[in-house]
């Protein structure tokens, strides 16, 4: 039905989590897989096992895509391996966790550098590799229009995030190549440990879901998987936002 067999997706951020389900998801139907990893190569090399056993392809690539060379390795490699690129899904992401009146400037720029700044630099050296028909995805958050505790960096950084995939998505639309954002909303992964508040967030995000559940990493890849494929081709420079009805609520 996606008609998505033997594309190849880079995933940042692949290991585990969204971004592993994500690659999977991907994977169960055609899709040869780059995971992209910084630290965790055993998780990543997990994954690959994963996807190669549903009989696609899987290249595992380390690189912080903070940096400018490191993007340029990634995609070095892809170049040599697949010489293609078809679906870019931006879903690596780090910040600092601290109230405003704590932030300083090296908090800042890393959260915007490795959160939004990233994808200029993955966008660029994605865009020669690909074809007509290319799709860009980038995971945000709810962070992006609400205000969280501890969470002003990263929410910013979203928000950064969400404005500049539209930009990229009016900039790259007339050759073909579209761009989105899959905006997550509370999701209980490793990552959320790190939130002093985690119990909290959880507890409220499945209070006012009107469904009365949280979101999973699979229900982020599922809308992942509608995007990349044909059946999106009109959706063109929007945020989807998947929370479980969360943000209808007052």
């Known amino acids: 039905m996606y008609n998505l067999k033997g594309k190849v997706a880079l995933v940042t951020g692949s290991s585990r989590g969204i971004g592993k389900a994500i690659a999977l998801k991907l994977a169960d139907n055609g899709v040869n897989i780059v995971v992209n990893h910084l630290r965790n190569k055993t998780k990543a090399h997990e994954t690959e096992k994963e996807i190669k056993e549903?009989?696609?392809?899987?290249?595992?690539?380390?690189?912080?895509?903070?940096?400018?060379?490191?993007?340029?390795?990634?995609?070095?490699?892809?170049?040599?391996?697949?010489?293609?690129?078809?679906?870019?899904?931006?879903?690596?992401?780090?910040?600092?966790?601290?109230?405003?009146?704590?932030?300083?400037?090296?908090?800042?720029?890393?959260?915007?550098?490795?959160?939004?700044?990233?994808?200029?630099?993955?966008?660029?050296?994605?865009?020669?590799?690909?074809?007509?028909?290319?799709?860009?995805?980038?995971?945000?958050?709810?962070?992006?229009?609400?205000?969280?505790?501890?969470?002003?960096?990263?929410?910013?950084?979203?928000?950064?995030?969400?404005?500049?995939?539209?930009?990229?998505?009016?900039?790259?639309?007339p050759r073909g190549i579209i761009a989105n954002i899959v905006s997550a909303g509370a999701v209980d992964t490793e990552a959320l440990k790190h939130f002093p508040n985690r119990e909290e967030i959880l507890n409220n995000a499945k209070e006012l879901s009107p469904v009365g559940k949280l979101v999973t990493p699979e229900d982020i890849a599922n809308v992942v998987l509608f995007l990349a494929s044909n059946l999106s081709n009109m959706i063109i420079g929007q945020t989807i936002i998947v929370d479980g009805g969360y943000s209808i609520r007052g």
């Open 54 to 173: 549903k009989g696609v392809d899987c290249l595992v690539v380390k690189g912080n895509v903070r940096e400018e060379e490191g993007v340029k390795n990634i995609f070095k490699t892809i170049k040599e391996t697949f010489n293609r690129v078809d679906i870019i899904v931006s879903n690596a992401a780090s910040g600092v966790l601290k109230p405003v009146l704590e932030l300083k400037k090296k908090h800042w720029d890393w959260t915007m550098d490795i959160n939004a700044r990233a994808l200029i630099d993955i966008v660029q050296q994605a865009v020669p590799l690909m074809h007509k028909g290319g799709k860009i995805i980038a995971v945000s958050s709810l962070g992006a229009i609400r205000a969280i505790p501890n969470y002003t960096a990263v929410g910013s950084s979203k928000a950064a995030l969400e404005s500049l995939v539209r930009h990229i998505a009016f900039e790259l639309a």
